[in-house]
């Protein structure tokens, strides 16, 4: 073997042989070690010859794509110093670009002797373990040409790629499940009759099953626990045409990008699928656990545990930075994948003294001239100390807005909030955001999303029913602000169907005619149940696939009416609005009690007070002038309409939305209970 390159990391192929590169600041030694196509016999294993930085490496004249590999690291075996180096284990590179092989919980998988915690198991694990295939990245086509879909004009779109499709009558069975049935004509076809513009995928990374799940016969559904993080999961691969779940991917990317739709990853940096002290060794705790993970100073035997999952990799230590960033610039320029929404991530940002909004991660996105220009969407949480981070992340990322989850829920569903508070999260929680200088569509509106209950689930179930997951009913959200008008789950009752029916549109209606950046979680235009498993992130089985033989065609249109609305008007730009009155005294936001005058002071924090009115834009400027009507009480009331000549767009109590009245203003209206209405002053096209 010759000397080779530190870079690039991984193994490539250069069309004459292939360079290895592999970091680790602690090993002793690195072995890679040859495998027969199958994996399962070891052919021979070769020492890195050269070490640069921290960085092992050598290459291999002659070897190129299909040759199947794996690392031996040489180390100390001092766990209580964090060092966890055992030669017997096999380890996967954590560059590799296809994996071989399926993991399956085997004794042979862990550093730790099972007995004797503080000695290394000497059991040899390579026929087991997981391995890696040089692939020719030369092959690949063109780089993406990426939508750049305006925030203002962006609805996200959440979903699961095997959940979407695996019961879809329109994709064929064969692709049923998988990235190319993702992009099928049926797939795309209602994408486009939403009017969505950004697909969310669930995690799409190679990723494990805990040991858990396996021993329950369930699996990670859900796939929050990446193993590899340059890999595509082939279980969401068709291998149709012989195409590899990577080739697969990519088509899938560019095909939706052809029908104008982006692709954005949720992903999974926070952790890795080798959990806790008492977990597998499988890749990056055997080349260097102190370097990877956070290790408590004090208790170097040990993890920090920030995300809930067993461990924290640590993006304090410039290579894991390394790893993070050349993984998403992979997703992004050789995938074609036009965001990401990260995982918990505060933990990105987390330094010696918790949260930074300048830390190293978010200023190494900000400059690069690739990533800068794509998506970024914080889920602005983890469980470590100071975890809640809403707002405060790096101006130009998104934010899931979970205050605009719980106020939209408790205002339709409790009753329990008051208008003011229902106001302050439908102009993009600007209580939050302004004052930290973000824009309004940086708030990420939502009601539903994968995790926790359906639409459909949120107004029939009052509480959690996941019995099924095998802990009892004691997993997910206790306190889901969910309601069942009634009966707990479905009923033939007629008036607590339609009351159900009613919130779930107002609910809708809320979040996508809200400023800010709305996500629709898919299957909820659909009325889709979960049978009120409000985490079924282990139900790979009809609880989670979508429905589509009962599916609400009602609830469809109303879906589409109100996108197609946001569409066309645009009900509040991503702008600030300050409500007051410019030198003609018309001011670009007014708020209006039932009487048609103006709400102030305590008018917004009187808890009877749940019915108000928002007149947006000013009258002859470029903007409709539009009026937002709002009822949050059961029963029906007169609304004092503004002066002018009105059209009505929506109504939210009708099943699809539908409004017919035209008239002039000055006039008492009947708002419905429960309902939200949409006017658009007379004389400007807009098309339903």
Same mark, same amino acid.
């Given at each position: ?41 070891? %052919? ?163 990723? !494990? ?44 990317? /560019? ?198 209950? #359906? ?61 800010? %950046? ?24 009809? %609880? ?10 009602? !609830?469809?249109?109303?879906? #589409? ?22 030198? !003609? ?78 008239? /002039? ?24």
């Amino acid at each position: 073997m010759e000397r080779g390159h530190p870079w690039p990391l991984g193994v490539h192929w250069d069309g004459h042989g292939i360079n290895i590169a592999v970091f680790s600041a602690h090993a002793q030694r690195i072995d890679f070690c040859v495998f027969d196509d199958s994996g399962r016999q070891e %052919t021979r294993c070769i020492t890195l010859p050269a070490r640069t930085q921290d960085v092992w490496h050598g290459y291999l004249p002659g070897a190129g794509p299909g040759l199947v590999y794996g690392l031996r690291a040489h180390g100390p075996w001092r766990p209580d110093r964090g060092h966890r180096f055992n030669p017997h284990k096999l380890l996967l590179d954590p560059y590799a670009r296809e994996i071989v092989g399926r993991f399956e919980w085997r004794a042979e998988h862990f550093g730790a002797d099972a007995q004797h915690a503080g000695d290394m198991d000497l059991r040899d694990n390579a026929a087991q373990a997981l391995k890696a295939r040089v692939i020719d990245a030369r092959s690949a086509t063109a780089r993406p040409v990426h939508p750049h879909i305006p925030l203002d004009r962006t609805v996200l779109y959440e979903l699961h790629v095997k959940g979407f499709t695996q019961q879809h009558p329109g994709v064929p069975d064969e692709l049923r499940g998988t990235f190319a049935g993702l992009a099928s004509d049926a797939a795309i076809a209602h994408f486009q009759r939403l009017g969505v513009t950004s697909l969310c995928l669930l995690p799409v990374h190679q990723h !494990l099953d805990e040991r858990r799940l396996v021993g329950l016969g369930l699996a990670n559904y859900w796939g929050y626990n990446t193993i590899g993080f340059f890999c595509p999961d082939a279980g969401l691969a068709s291998a149709a045409g012989g195409a590899s779940p990577r080739e697969e991917f990519r088509a899938m990317v /560019q095909r939706l990008h052809e029908h104008g739709l982006e692709v954005i990853l949720d992903v999974v940096y926070n952790h890795t699928a080798e959990s806790d002290e008492n977990g597998p060794t499988i890749s990056f705790r055997g080349l260097d656990n102190a370097s990877y993970y956070r290790l408590p100073p004090d208790h170097k035997g040990a993890y920090e545990n920030h995300t809930g999952c067993g461990n924290t990799l640590d993006l304090r230590h410039p290579r894991v930075l390394q790893l993070v960033l050349d993984s998403l610039r992979y997703w992004a320029g050789e995938m074609g994948v036009d965001g990401f929404r990260f995982d918990l991530a505060p933990v990105l940002g987390r330094g010696d003294h918790g949260f930074d909004r300048q830390a190293p991660f978010f200023t190494a996105l900000a400059q690069d001239p690739l990533l800068s220009r794509l998506k970024m969407i914080a889920e602005p949480w983890d469980v470590g100390p100071g975890g809640y981070q809403l707002g405060g992340f790096p101006s130009g990322w998104l934010e899931w807005n979970d205050r605009f989850r719980d106020s939209m829920r408790a205002f339709w569903i409790e009753g329990s909030r008051t208008r003011g508070e229902f106001a302050q999260r439908l102009a993009a929680s600007s209580d939050i955001f302004q004052p930290r200088h973000r824009a309004p569509a940086e708030s990420v509106n939502y009601v539903v999303s994968h995790d926790g209950f #359906t639409l459909a689930d949120l107004v029939s179930h009052a509480h959690r029913h996941n019995e099924a997951n095998g802990e009892h009913n004691r997993d997910g959200h206790g306190h889901n602000l969910s309601g069942n008008f009634g009966v707990e789950g479905p009923t033939d009752d007629p008036a607590i169907n339609a009351t159900r029916r009613r919130v779930a549109r107002a609910l809708l209606a809320s979040t996508l005619l809200s400023q800010g %950046t709305p996500m629709l979680a898919a299957g909820d235009e659909l009325g889709r149940s979960q049978q009120g498993n409000n985490n079924a992130y282990c139900q790979d089985n009809p %609880t989670s696939w979508l429905d589509w033989a009962r599916a609400d065609e009602d !609830l469809i249109a109303f879906t #589409t009416r109100l996108l197609s609305l946001r569409r066309q008007a645009l009900p509040f730009a991503n702008r600030w609005y300050d409500g007051l009155p410019d030198r !003609l005294g018309l001011a670009d936001v007014t708020w209006l009690r039932v009487d048609g005058s103006e709400l102030h002071g305590d008018d917004w924090r009187r808890p009877d007070g749940r019915v108000f009115g928002c007149l947006i834009g000013r009258p002859g400027r470029s903007r409709v002038p539009l009026l937002l009507l709002v009822n949050g009480d059961a029963a029906a009331i007169d609304f004092m309409l503004p002066g002018g000549a009105w059209q009505a767009l929506l109504d939210s109590s009708h099943p699809r939305g539908e409004a017919a009245w035209t008239g /002039q203003g000055e006039v008492l209206y009947p708002l419905p209970g429960r309902s939200l209405l949409l006017f658009a002053a007379l004389g400007h096209d807009i098309v339903l």
